[in-house]
């Protein structure tokens, strides 16, 4: 069982304690026995996801992902919550983390910016597992460039004519709805953009690839050829595209955050179980200071990391509006140092660590993505430094007026 003091800390309420308490109660009884072993095609990572999806429902868990007026646990999306719930999923399985995270970014811009009739049709299907949601904003010249994004649509009567390509979309040919962000404006750049929310099932709408990646999970792309979205499916404004994508990710970058910490104790447990258990020159390895530091490193840099993902989340419930400083440092810290930390794990695990199917190798590659997904880290490096160079700015000008 990983260390659990930071559940004292002042970031979180009762609440939050009780819920880390149960639910891990309730993964380690239907999660995992799941995560033994990876499937080995799409169609086996489909039903994987999909009985993921049923049994995260069942227990109840997705409500978390969707407000309450609309089939939620709470009246606003509770980043706390959703924190503690990644990374414990992720200590057993970034299958299950995926298949969770992924009910509420991909239904995120609805609970967010949705009229109360989109809310009203989608978000209480996705709190039951009914419906699978996607998030769609990726394309294969716009990953960190959001707004060079190309794929369009155009208004014609009370239907937009999407067309265009998405590349790399969680739960591509999975999910039941996407919310489609595309250029709807003149305006250029991120002024232009809009999101829509789009049925699978509409004329027009096709998954053409699917990926296979190092950490399987289900990814694809999606193809839209003169496919007639509602204009009733808009979400927000015409031209409030950008600041939907961004407004979604400044929930959901915490979480990441908690997600790679997940990873990252779950490491850290193995190598401690392997320094106390592997013998070598006449000693369990734990003895030697060389593997010392390493776990020291370990559960100080945990510790760092959980610091700044609770941070960012209590910042985030107590005081509403964007996050984005707070979130990418989370993100930035807890995803490079999990890498750190999973990699020393497998040195501590050494010829086994590589073995494939041991959980340090597993950890391994699942680890990698998340510095890329949801902002990479370069990405963040930016924003934190763009957020400081304002401050001082704002505090110049400021002084200048006085
Ligand atoms: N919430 C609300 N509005 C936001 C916002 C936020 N978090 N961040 C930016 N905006 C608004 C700004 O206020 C600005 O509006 P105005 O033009 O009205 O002033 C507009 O959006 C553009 O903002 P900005 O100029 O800061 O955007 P940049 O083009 O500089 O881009 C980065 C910012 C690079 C940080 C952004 O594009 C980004 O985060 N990229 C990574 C995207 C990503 O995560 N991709 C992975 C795919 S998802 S798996």
Redesign the pocket.
């Known amino acids: 069982m990983p260390e659990q003091t930071y559940l004292n800390w002042p970031f979180l309420e009762d609440r939050h304690r009780e819920l880390a308490v149960e639910f891990r109660c309730w993964a380690d009884r239907e999660i995992a026995p799941l995560s033994e072993k990876e499937p080995k095609d799409d169609a086996g990572l489909d039903d994987l996801a999909r009985e993921l999806v049923k049994r995260l429902a069942a227990g109840d868990w997705l409500q978390y992902s969707v407000p309450s007026p609309w089939g939620g646990k709470y009246e606003t999306l509770d980043v706390r919550a959703l924190c503690l719930m990644r990374e414990t999923l992720a200590q057993y399985s970034g299958m299950a983390d995926f298949s969770f995270v992924m009910q509420g970014l991909g239904s995120g811009p609805i609970s967010l910016f949705g009229s109360e009739e989109i809310r009203r049709k989608y978000l209480p299907d996705v709190a039951a597992g009914k419906r699978i949601a996607a998030?769609a904003?990726?394309e294969i010249d716009s990953?960190?460039?959001?707004?060079a994004m190309t794929t369009n649509a155009r208004l014609d009567g009370d239907h937009y004519v999407l067309n265009g390509a998405k590349t790399?979309i969680?739960n591509g040919g999975l999910a039941d709805q996407y919310v489609v962000f595309c250029r709807t404006e003149d305006a250029p750049?991120?002024?232009g953009l809009s999101a829509l929310v789009v049925d699978a099932d509409t004329v027009g709408f096709d998954v053409t690839e699917r990926f296979d990646v190092i950490a399987p999970h289900p990814l694809g792309r999606l193809q839209f050829t003169d496919c007639r979205v509602p204009t009733a499916n808009l979400l927000g404004n015409p031209g409030d595209g950008?600041?939907i994508?961004?407004?979604s990710?400044?929930v959901f970058?915490s979480t990441v955050g908690a997600a790679a910490l997940g990873f990252a104790r779950r490491a850290h447990d193995e190598a401690l179980a392997q320094a106390r258990r592997r013998i070598s020159f006449g000693k369990p390895i734990a003895d030697y200071q060389l593997i010392q530091e390493k776990l020291a490193d370990a559960a100080m840099k945990i510790d760092a990391a959980a610091l700044l993902v609770y941070r960012s989340a209590w910042t985030k419930d107590t005081q509403g509006g964007?996050?984005?400083r707070e979130a990418a440092m989370a993100k930035l810290y807890a995803t490079e140092m999990a890498q750190e930390v999973i990699d020393q794990a497998v040195q501590v695990w050494g010829g086994m660590g590589v073995v494939v199917g041991s959980t340090v190798e597993r950890l391994y590659r699942e680890i990698r993505a998340l510095r890329?997904?949801?902002?990479?880290s370069e990405?963040q490096k930016?924003?934190i430094a763009?957020e400081a160079l304002s401050a001082t700015e704002a505090e110049e000008t400021a002084k200048a007026a006085e």
């Open positions: 998030f904003l990726s990953g960190s460039d959001v707004a790399l969680s750049g991120a002024r950008f600041k994508a961004m407004s990710l400044d970058r964007r996050l984005t890329i997904y949801e902002g990479t990405i930016l924003i763009g």
